[in-house]
């Protein structure tokens, strides 16, 4: 009887979410987002997606992985606010302008209307930017945004995307035949020049190197996050699974080394999409699409520790 007392009452103090609402941001109120968060908040994140058709939610192209909307809830469990958006010209925030157009600058300067938002719908004084792969580099570009608290990098390339690229392509021997070309299109985007994409394979072509995306890729090509992380004078945490596929453990030495005073939170089991996979490469991109697959266990909670240790 004792135990069962105990155990009730420790449930009760787990602060329990409120219901999910819209929330916008942004000129017109045409950035979309989802906040939710229990009635007493100890702080607010944003959580910023990552690269290409990626919603608010973590679901994209690859599959329903419904990472952040799980993280969001996860949160809410230890007690803290969150906002998950869609990024301009998708889902929600379709109407917020052409998503070819856009630019880590110009993301940026979305979050800021995010933090404004947040700010005002939830009393913070200051508000969290969670970036999630290349989201993490959208929040070292805000960190100076006015009303940042500090940043958590979720999975975020500690390089230049270039040198992220190339040893994605050369993990997978699948991509043997396009090698060359995929490599000579990546130098001649870093020199800031775009690609004819007459003549490449249509994985390239059409896909990494698409000509409405070029503009991006040259501005994101010349970006160093480890230089970033210098300059974002704020409390950071940078969290890396060790069963990423796609972002490493030299992506996470290259962050938290940047600079001191970097706290840093590894998570073996975890691959990219912030849930615990299996070492083969097919069940873990696997974990990629599957829903019911739970947040890698511990996730949330070193995350709001984190946070709540500096307000």
């Known amino acids: 009887m004792m135990w069962i007392l105990f155990a009730a009452a420790a449930l009760a103090a787990s602060p329990s979410p409120g219901p999910e609402r819209e929330l916008t941001a942004g000129s017109g109120g045409l950035l979309k987002g989802t906040l939710v968060g229990p009635k007493r908040s100890a702080a607010t994140v944003i959580i910023i997606p990552g690269s290409g058709p990626t919603n608010r939610d973590g679901d994209n192209a690859i599959g329903k992985s419904q990472s952040y909307k799980l993280l969001a809830e996860a949160l809410a469990a230890e007690g803290l606010t969150s906002v998950r958006i869609d990024k301009r010209g998708m889902f929600g925030s379709a109407a917020a302008g052409n998503p070819n157009a856009a630019t880590i600058a110009l993301y940026a300067q979305d979050t800021g209307a995010w933090v404004t938002a947040a700010r005002k719908a939830t009393g913070a004084r200051c508000v969290w930017l969670a970036g999630h792969s290349e989201g993490g580099v959208v929040a070292l570009a805000a960190a100076r945004q006015p009303g940042v608290c500090g940043l958590v990098l979720l999975a975020t390339p500690g390089r230049k995307l270039g040198d992220t690229i190339r040893d994605q392509l050369r993990a997978n021997p699948a991509n043997a035949p396009i090698l060359a070309q995929a490599e000579a299109a990546l130098a001649t985007l870093e020199a800031g020049r775009k690609v004819d994409v007459a003549g490449l394979h249509p994985a390239l072509g059409q896909?990494?190197?698409?000509?409405?995306?070029?503009?991006?890729?040259?501005?994101?090509?010349?970006?160093?996050?480890?230089?970033?992380?210098?300059?974002?004078?704020?409390?950071?945490?940078?969290?890396?699974?060790?069963?990423?596929?796609?972002?490493?453990?030299?992506?996470?030495?290259?962050?938290?080394?940047?600079?001191?005073?970097?706290?840093?939170?590894?998570?073996?089991?975890?691959?990219?999409?912030?849930?615990?996979?299996?070492?083969?490469?097919?069940?873990?991109?696997?974990?990629?699409?599957?829903?019911?697959?739970?947040?890698?266990?511990?996730?949330?909670?070193?995350?709001?520790?984190?946070?709540?240790?500096?307000?």
């Not at 996050?225 to 453990?249: E, F, H, K, N, W």
């Not at 829903?291 to 984190?306: C, M, N, S, W, Y």
């Open 207 to 311: 896909g990494l190197f698409n000509p409405a995306v070029q503009d991006f890729l040259i501005d994101l090509l010349a970006r160093d996050p480890a230089i970033m992380v210098r300059s974002a004078r704020l409390p950071l945490l940078v969290v890396q699974g060790g069963r990423d596929l796609q972002v490493t453990a030299a992506d996470a030495d290259a962050l938290s080394g940047a600079r001191p005073g970097v706290v840093r939170a590894d998570f073996p089991q975890m691959s990219h999409v912030l849930k615990d996979a299996p070492a083969d490469r097919a069940g873990n991109v696997a974990s990629y699409a599957d829903p019911a697959l739970a947040l890698t266990p511990g996730l949330a909670k070193r995350i709001a520790t984190f946070i709540k240790d500096r307000r």
